[in-house]
């Protein structure tokens, strides 16, 4: 992840106060087991590459053997509102992962996979990637334009090779979002491509060793267009509701944006105070309603200060 590299960054110059450029060493991130990283002095300018310098905050440390596009990732920390629905959601994750022995005591199978419904924009992505990254696991997310890809066979074998992906790393978090779409109910009117796509998944989740440090997550507003085989216990085990923010979930979500403690772009006249009166005010909204209000409060004060030109934009 981006995270990842920029602490292995920091890490390496942390313990290596002094480098030549170009220099190689290998760097353990959390997900892989090991990358090399190369050195390139952005700062001075140092020709010879048999000079020492020392490292500081403009020197660059390049990566080989990450991935181009690099994992973003978002701390736990930024999901307001949910705590007690995060803290469930990491014993069902994390106890299985970490502690193993416990499973075994009882005689008993760790979840495969969770399934999160309710309303759009209230986080359940957010929870998934950060998850993920709280766990050091790989986040691998299943994009559902490929998957119901109009070529026979497309989908089923994403399906596969997301599976086999995961199964590759120590621990990973497979992440389906709108997974009614991909997993509809099978009737006799269903198309022959949905009933094997759903018959593939139900297929690769049985296919889970009780010893793989898999997990599969499930995002939806629509819980009951899913086929029920896949909600059994064994597959989608457990089933949690991210609801909309109620009048303490909005008052956190709202601090989060506005950082009161600390921001120079928010007015005096902001306090506590009118931080609860907004939360009262904006009762019905999501968490994406919240963010989308913050935006449009910013793009408002950008407007006093910035005049855009009738004649040329």
Sequence with gaps: SEDEAKEAAKK??????????????PIDPVTK???????????PQIDDACSAYILDN?????FEGLPENLQKTIDLSQVGGLDNVINRIREIIQIPINYPEYFSYFGIERPKGLLLYGPPGNGKSMIAKGLAKSLGSSFIEIDLT?????????????????????????????????????????TDK???????????????????????????????????????ALRRPGRLDLEIEIPLPNLVAREDIINKYLKLDNNPTIGESIDCTFVKRLAELTSGYSGADIKALYREAAMTAIRKWLNISKDDG
Excluded at 15 to 22: L, M
Excluded at 197 to 226: H, Y
Aim: hydrophobic fraction near 40%.
């Design 58 to 62: 403009d020197t660059l440390i390049n």
């Design 12 to 25: 390496f110059k942390l313990h290596n106060k002094i480098a030549y450029k170009t220099q190689r060493t």
């Design 146 to 186: 490929d998957a119901l890809s109009k070529w026979v066979g497309g989908g089923e074998k994403l399906l596969k090779s997301k599976f086999k992906e995961a199964e590759s790393y120590n621990e990973g978090v497979i992440f389906i979002d709108e997974i009614d779409s991909l997993a509809q109910i099978r």
């Design 190 to 228: 269903s198309e022959g491509h949905e009933v094997t796509l759903v018959g593939t998944l139900l297929s690769l989740m049985d296919g889970l060793k009780s010893n793989s440090k898999v997990f599969v997550i499930g995002a939806t507003n629509r819980p009951d267009a899913i086929d029920p």
């Design 33 to 43: 087991n090991a990358v090399i990283a190369s050195v390139d002095c952005i700062y």
